[in-house]
Structure formats: structure tokens, C-alpha cells
């Protein structure tokens, strides 16, 4: 079998952190609690929080996943730095110096793309049904 044209191309970038255990600085366990809001929203809480922290979820990785953190569970803000991919299939988030007790939240974005399209569906259909009474009743 030959194959003509044959192109690679990169989909995924991942940013590679190396922590090296025994020294200051690296990883303790999180006490977290968080909740499964649906297949495309947790949130949760870190609270005696001790420096650096790796926050992961167990879903297949895609860059898709934001997080948003918050101290009070208000003003969250997104996360812009620090996703990757741990373990080689799930989402991580390397936070540096979070607040001692702080809240989150994690969204896959396109779920917001599809609630676009579904609304913009369903009013569409309410239109044509609009529409299709407005003349057979004229």
C-alpha cells in the first residue's frame, strides 16, 4: 500500500510539568469536595489548601474543559494557564498558589454551542408552525 500526500498534523498540545517529590514544593492531597452538576459542569471546594495544587478530572482530555476558580463563590475567573493532560488521558489543571479555601467550577465549552443551536432549532420550528397556520388560516 503507498499513499501519496500523506500530512501529519498536531491537535492537542500539552504542557509538560515535572514535580520531583521529597523536596518543598511538591504536591500534598486536596481535601475537595465537589458535586456533578451534569455530564458537562462540576463544581466544587478545596478548603486548607498548603501551596500548589493539581486539580484533575476524570474525563477524556480535550482542551475544551475551562475552570474557574473563586475565594468567595461569587467573582469567579477563568483559569487561563496551566491545563494538561495527566496520566495521559485525563484533564489536570497545575494551579500555582490558589487561595487557602477556594471554590470552582468546570464547563465543557461546546456544550454552550450546542444550547445555541438548539435554541436557534426550536425557533425556527416555532416560526414555520407560526407561519404555516398564519396562511391556511388567511
Known amino acids: 500500500v503507498q499513499y501519496d500526500d500523506l500530512k501529519f498534523y498536531k491537535i492537542l498540545t500539552n504542557k509538560l510539568y515535572l514535580i520531583q517529590t521529597g523536596k518543598s514544593g511538591s504536591l500534598k492531597p486536596?481535601?475537595?469536595?465537589?458535586?456533578?452538576?451534569?455530564?458537562?459542569?462540576?463544581?466544587?471546594k478545596v478548603v486548607n489548601n498548603e501551596g500548589n495544587e493539581l486539580l484533575v478530572l476524570r474525563e477524556n482530555y480535550t482542551n475544551e474543559w475551562d475552570l474557574y476558580i473563586s475565594a468567595d463563590q461569587r467573582n469567579f475567573s477563568k483559569v487561563t494557564t496551566g491545563h494538561l493532560r495527566v496520566n495521559g488521558?485525563?484533564?489536570?489543571?497545575?494551579?500555582?498558589?490558589?487561595?487557602?479555601?477556594?471554590?470552582?467550577?468546570?464547563y465543557?465549552?461546546?456544550?454552550?454551542?450546542?444550547?445555541?443551536?438548539?435554541?436557534?432549532?426550536?425557533?425556527?420550528?416555532l416560526g414555520s408552525i407560526a407561519w404555516w397556520l398564519w396562511r391556511k388560516l388567511r
Open 108 to 125: 465543557y465549552n461546546p456544550q454552550r454551542l450546542f444550547q445555541v443551536g438548539a435554541l436557534i432549532a426550536g425557533l425556527t420550528l
Open 89 to 106: 488521558c485525563c484533564n489536570g489543571w497545575y494551579l500555582k498558589n490558589p487561595p487557602k479555601d477556594f471554590y470552582f467550577k468546570l
Open 30 to 44: 486536596m481535601n475537595i469536595d465537589y458535586k456533578r452538576i451534569s455530564n458537562v459542569e462540576y463544581s466544587g
